[in-house]
């Protein structure tokens, strides 16, 4: 196999590795890579996110028995014309079968990269929740800058590195918001992949709390699609509130009732304002 840096298989690579597919030579060749290159890792870990979540979905639909009149049509060698309908229906079946053991390179195609633009913004979405799952309940490595320093000068001194680091690559502005007053803290940040350019993660804690009650903000470009005014979504016990303010689109993402995740979004907005 070819390193990753000299020729075009390296999402196939990445998602082979994931898939644990790879040779074991083939593998520590992909280890080596991943360490050296955090923004792959990144992608690598909202990859296994989107899939357990298809897998969770799809799963009780994958256990569900076959429909007997479609067992029937199979076992009983239909003619050619009910095979072909038969054939189809099997195959309507088994797309969704497939969601229990999908690939990670497919499952992030169906969850993120839809064709147009408001399949791209709502595959952004899904990947901001993705990296919320992905990234909040972390005990050792929450953030790759944390702002949690031994004194006060010390945190003010990560906070600002912070800042400088994503502002630089996001190619944006980068405030790190104050939520004290909400009750939150900034306990650091860390850059995400993103079609439209990277985005900056930033993870917040309830004060003297444990990582159960953290919420994620998110800097980045936005498309065309991402409403200007607050917009409202839900998967499961994660809420969002997201919007556009001038050249940057904004997200906040939480296991917090609406209410509470809106006295957050509002205090970034005033913020940000």
């Not at 994958?62 to 003619?79: F, G, I, M, S, Y």
């Not at 939150?184 to 995400?192: A, C, K, M, Q």
């Not at 993870?203 to 936005?222: D, E, F, N």
């Not at 839900?234 to 906040?252: H, K, N, P, S």
Request: hydrophobic share 40%; charged share 25%.
């Amino acid at each position: 196999m070819n390193t990753p840096d000299r020729d075009d298989s390296l999402p196939d690579q990445l998602s082979a590795w994931l898939d644990d597919e790879l040779t074991p030579a083939q593998r520590a060749e992909i280890d080596a890579w991943l360490h050296e290159h955090p923004e792959d890792t990144a992608r690598v870990r909202l990859w296994a996110a989107d899939r357990d979540a298809l897998r969770a979905r799809l799963a009780p639909v994958a256990e569900e028995p076959v429909p007997p009149r479609l067992e029937h049509l199979v076992l009983n060698h239909t003619p050619a014309r009910q095979w072909l309908t038969a054939t189809r229906l099997a195959a309507g079946f088994a797309v969704f079968a497939l969601g229990a053991v999908l690939g990670a390179a497919t499952a992030w195609r169906m969850l993120g990269d839809d064709d147009g633009p408001e399949g791209a913004s709502a595959g952004w979405d899904r990947r901001v929740m993705g990296a919320h799952a992905v990234y909040a309940p972390e005990v050792r490595h929450p953030v790759e800058v944390s702002v949690v320093g031994a004194t006060a000068e010390d945190s003010r001194a990560q906070e600002e590195h912070l800042s400088r680091w994503l502002t630089k690559r996001v190619d944006r502005p980068v405030k790190l918001f104050d939520l004290r007053a909400q009750g939150f803290e900034l306990i650091g940040g860390r850059l995400l992949p993103e079609s439209n350019g990277p985005c900056a993660q930033l993870m917040y804690q309830r004060i003297g709390q444990s990582a159960a009650t953290r919420v994620t903000v998110y800097l980045r470009k936005p498309d065309g699609t991402t409403p200007a005014a607050f917009k409202y979504e839900r998967q499961g016990d994660l809420g969002m509130f997201y919007w556009v303010e001038g050249t940057t689109g904004y997200a906040i993402v939480g296991s917090l009732p609406r209410e509470q995740l809106l006295a957050l979004a509002e205090a970034i907005y005033k913020q940000v304002g």
